[in-house]
């Protein structure tokens, strides 16, 4: 059974803490991002991957790392530089860049 | 700058009728454009997708219509049905120059049995 799945479901941070959140695919794509969606408004790009050992920042990657260091996984995290982290954080996966994405099922990240 | 937008917030259809959401893009370069579906504190959910080389995309009761001289697309949904209300979001990229996808801020779609 094959999919994207995200974890934990709810994360709370407290100031000044790092925090990561986890992405696992077994679609085997190549491809994976993450973005970030707030109240009233779209998606928004934080970082992609179009290969393993290879990621792009997107249009909000200050404040946020990543890593690519195995096809199925693409870990984000939110370090305390993100001013503002309290969002929905949603990962995707695509058989190559630019092909449809898959989403997963999100994680809500909250600051104490 | 807001390059996908989805001018309605909201919208509320009878079950049975049909449901029309809109999208409009700004960049003429955008030639691949996609429709999710988004419950509540879940990821959005794939629906179904068109290219510019087509003005017209079907799948079951779902039909996507795009007209590139307007930049807009827009995704009918024939008969509405009470499982439809959920967050519709369009988004579009240049696909073949490379670009990211860039998504609408949605419309949430309400059936009233």
């Known amino acids: 059974d094959g999919g994207i799945t995200q974890s934990p479901k709810y994360l709370f941070r407290k100031e000044g803490q790092n925090v990561t959140l986890s992405c696992e695919q077994n679609?085997?794509?190549?491809?994976m991002y993450w973005y970030r969606q707030d109240p009233g408004q779209g998606l928004r790009l934080i970082y992609y991957?179009?290969?393993?050992?290879?990621?792009q920042k997107g249009d909000i990657a200050e404040g946020y790392s990543v890593s690519r260091e195995k096809k199925e996984s693409f870990p984000l995290t939110v370090t305390s530089a993100q001013k503002n982290p309290t969002a929905f954080y949603l990962c995707?996966?695509?058989?190559?860049?630019?092909?449809?994405?898959?989403f997963g099922p999100g994680t809500r990240l909250l600051v104490l | 700058d807001q390059q996908v937008k989805q001018n309605s917030p909201s919208l509320s259809v009878q079950e049975g009728r049909i449901s029309i959401l809109n999208c409009d893009y700004t960049?003429?370069?955008?030639?691949?454009f996609l429709w999710y579906k988004k419950y509540p504190a879940e990821g959005p959910t794939f629906l179904i997708s068109?290219?510019?080389?087509?003005d017209k995309n079907e799948d079951g009761r779902f039909t996507v219509f795009l007209n590139k001289s307007a930049k807009h697309l827009s995704l009918h949904i024939v008969p509405s049905q009470p499982g439809d209300s959920a967050v519709y979001f369009c988004?579009?990229?240049?696909?073949?120059?490379?670009?990211?996808?860039?998504f609408g801020t949605g419309t949430s779609l309400t059936v009233i049995p």
């Open positions: 995707a996966s695509s058989e190559d860049y630019q092909e449809t994405q898959y």
């Open positions: 679609l085997n794509h190549d491809a």
């Open positions: 991957s179009q290969i393993v050992n290879d990621f």
């Open positions: 960049n003429s370069m955008f030639d691949y």
């Open positions: 068109i290219s510019s080389i087509k």
């Open positions: 988004a579009a990229s240049a696909k073949y120059t490379g670009n990211q996808f860039y």
